[in-house]
């Protein structure tokens, strides 16, 4: 199983919306780390309790409702 995928697309939502890792990690009810984010957006295969976490304060901090499948390639 290969672990590097390489970049996401969540980062170009990110960058779309201005925002840089902190602002995920503030704005996330559940823990969520400046290195999962950084994990997410190089491509590091993430379990799926990390993904719907990063989802969860995206979604949050953008008033969007994206999808697992918006954020992920893999």
């Known amino acids: 199983m290969e672990y590097d995928l390489g970049e996401q697309p969540i980062k170009k939502i990110m960058e779309t919306h201005h925002l840089c890792a902190h602002d995920l990690v503030a ?16 491509g590091r295969r993430l379990t799926p309790h990390v993904q719907k976490k990063i989802l969860s304060a995206l979604n949050a901090i953008c008033q969007k409702e994206y999808t697992r499948n918006d954020l992920f390639n893999y």
């Open 27 to 42: 704005a996330s009810a559940e823990q969520i780390t400046h290195k999962m984010i950084a994990k997410a957006i190089k």
